[in-house]
């Protein structure tokens, strides 16, 4: 996730890390010790080395000419067998002699692990590598947007400009092997829902529009820094208009035409994913690598069900507090047309994030005792994305500060957005959200790269969710159109977990989804529909976000109620954020332990 701040949200805070992690990690005898932290770090140089753009979003520029190889076989066996050498490395360190710290990173990494090796199954490597791209991840629209000059790739160097060009040859060859794949799951029924496959189509069109000049993968070109000699801007200028205009343009054509022509016709009608060979599998994979745990997809369902009727019972209250006559539907149909609640323009939607930015930064400090040293930055989605991306998303810094953190927010289809979640939205990209979370993990040295760099989905969503409950105590929502925002934020995650396991284990049509979202919500029908074709592309991601929200709440419930008046939350949110992203059953296990020593 990505954002940015056209008018910052200047907070550059200091504040030293937690120094009783160092302190710990010296602990250990060591030789186990010293095994351990070898062990991570050459896995983490191995695995940069088979992603360079994992390297280029940390600000690690060693590998910086490379794009890495997205989808051959070789590229597959290469990171299986890397699993199955760490594995083994581990096992071989007896984690009893190592410090409390250091048991927590053995835990962590043992998971990711073994879990990534699971996913090796022959049935699962099928049903995945045969489907490439989609409109929400796929390297078609990932690379254009790091190739504009606006995001990791930095543009400040001739040498940056040359890496930049390198990576698009890399991009046109990659594009093709994606058709390759493509072609590969065709032949084992293994193809996308046809609104998937469109909507990438889409997205190609959009990016092929006026040809080579008006290529995003132009813009570098466009602001050749001041100290560039004028043989090196006509150098480098015509080099991006070859490689962009006979290299990449074409391979996009490609993609696109083959989409159009071979591939839409057997795309499929069923948007679930249990619908494709292998999917039902794939999906328990999937529910178990992003939540976590070991919840089934109807256990979810079920809970997913609990939570809209507890949230509907909130919003009602706000309804009768607005004095709103009706049904809760009524009450959303007000939310949705009432001018009153609609952006004026993309300009006072910006302004408004940068107000709600300026009154968190006055309270944050009472909630948290180490700040991020990032700066954060809030940036409009960049127009050849934003038809398919979500209303907010977040994109890390370096850890050194060179490059901001971004909130990105969604302007398109404006008249049909609300600013009722304002307030919400911040708090959970932004600050105390993802912006918090990721910048603090990155910016702790004491911890190995892959706790700083790396983390899941059930933390990293879990804890920007619960960063919303934090509201009230930041002195937000005291306007009840902003508490409806929450409730209706809250309402969004608690439907993601009956509207994915709906799409993908229980049959259920995109038709009948949007329904249900806008049924339970405020939502307008263009955000309604972004979300579930969302949930369609990504089967099983959106339900981590209150499976990890849940068991923080819970644990903070815990701590509070044994701790009683000794209860610090400024320490509570220390011991979750400080080792980075943690699997919730080693979040639980490291929470009860801290509990116990304070007692």
Known sequence: MRSVFLAAVGFCLMVPLAAPVRAQAAEAPADEASRLRKLFADSDEAALKRSPLSALFRGDQRYADQLGDFFS???????????????????????????AQDRVSYDVFRWQTETNLKGFAPELVAATQGRPIDHMRGIHTFIPDISTGESAAPYKTVKNYED??????????????????????????????????????????????????ASVMMKPVGKFPDSFSAADKARLSADYARVVGSEVNPALARLRDFLKAEYLPVARDSVGLSAMPGGAALYEYLIQTNTTTDLTASEIHDLGLKEVARIRQGMGAVQKRMGVKGELSDFFTFIRTDPRFKPKSKDDLRLRYEAVGKRVNTTVGSLFSTLPKAPLEIRPVPEFREKNDAAGSYQSGTPDGSRPGIFYYNTYDLPSRTTQGIETLYLHEAVPGHHFQISLAQENEALPAFQRFGGNTAFVEGWALYAESLGPELGMFKDPMQLQGRYDDEMLRAMRLVVDTGLHAKNWGRDQAIEYMMANSAMGRT?????????????????????????????????????GRTFDIRAFHEQVLMTGALPMAVLEKKMADWVAGQR
């Open 73 to 99: 076989d070789a590229a597959l066996d290469a990171q299986k067998a890397a699993a199955e050498a760490d594995l083994a490395a581990l096992n071989a360190i007896d984690r009893d002699k190592l410090s």
């Open 527 to 563: 955000d309604a529909t972004i979300e579930v074709e969302r949930y369609i592309a990504m089967p099983g991601q959106a339900l981590a976000y209150k499976i990890g929200q849940l068991t923080i709440s819970r644990l903070r419930a815990d701590a509070q109620a044994k701790l």
């Open 164 to 213: 930049g060009l390198k990576r698009l040859t890399s991009f046109a060859f990659q594009l093709d092997m994606a058709t390759a794949r493509f072609r590969q799951g065709m032949a084992a029924g293994v193809v996308q829902p046809k609104l998937v496959t469109t909507n990438v189509i889409g997205q190609l069109d959009t990016l092929l529009v006026g040809g080579t000049a």
